[in-house]
């Protein structure tokens, strides 16, 4: 956490000229969109690694600063793949996910973390993030509900509802809430989000994609049963009215980032975690969708291992997730 810290400071404050008490005030007004039981979970995160409490709240809004300290429209760019059952080696949904970033935050990947939390009355679930990010970027609870988020801004807008509760944290409520992906999705459809979002969930048999609007509202994406399913930076769902005709150029080649993962799976009959991570691993030159803003992947053979594999590190690594969970 405090290298973390290190990096992302010296990132706004010496490289972007920004005044650490604007970046915590960013933080702190993120930090306020969350639910008050958050509050002491950011102050244990205090007492635990002696940052202070100040410092943890900008740990927790880093994904969030980029867009609202200086404004850029270049984060987060990221790709989900879902394989059906039927192309799995265990007649089970296979998930890949890219989570694509600019700098500085390929450094921060470098101590990608695995948090499991084990609250009283709720579902075991697993965070992946970056040290000090409580909330969803990529979640998976004890019943093999995988949960993640995606930039859908290049289709629903870059306004920031700064008033309502941040869908980031009612992710990872709604997921240790969620005995099922149809518990899930009733809660997801009773939701609000304050950024343009792409979430997209699965179980062992099948993907949901929900699309939402900080200013258009929200619609869903269910693919047909036995269909790949891939993700990008775009609304997929057909009936938006007056959105941006996506194209590479506006969604970070992620039609392009899209058709490959496509392309690919639908290459081959069945796939086993090998050849999928073979399918993760191919470069966006190769067909792929990896390139230069790629930090970190992972793939869940769901309920069963997680395995992730840190761009600058190379390799994959297997994580009993199941186990853990239980």
Known sequence: MNASLSIILNYYQVEKNIPYPKILATAEAFTQRYSYSYDLFLQGMAAGSGLTYGNCQILNAMETLGSLLTEE??????????????KSYANTTMIGRNYDFPPPYDLTAQELTLTILKENNKIPTAIISMPGQIY????INQNGLFL??????PSGGFTVA???????????????????LEALTSQLLATQSDYSLIINSANGMSARSFEFSSTLGMKTNFPPSGETFVSTNFYLNTTWADIPVPSDKTTWMGITRRDNL???ADAQDTFTVSSFQQLMDKN???GGAVWGLTIY?????TGKDLYLKITKNGGWVCLPLADWLS
């Open 73 to 86: 429209k270049s984060l987060g760019q990221c790709a989900f793949i879902a394989l059906p059952p039927e």
């Open 136 to 139: 969803c970027p990529s979640c």
């Open 148 to 153: 993640e988020l995606n930039n859908g801004e």
């Open 162 to 180: 700064t008033d309502r509760k941040s869908l980031l944290i009612n992710m990872l409520e709604q997921l240790q809430n969620s005995p099922s």
């Open 262 to 264: 496509l392309n690919l």
């Open 284 to 286: 966006i030159s190769q």
């Open 297 to 301: 992947q992972m793939i869940y053979d």
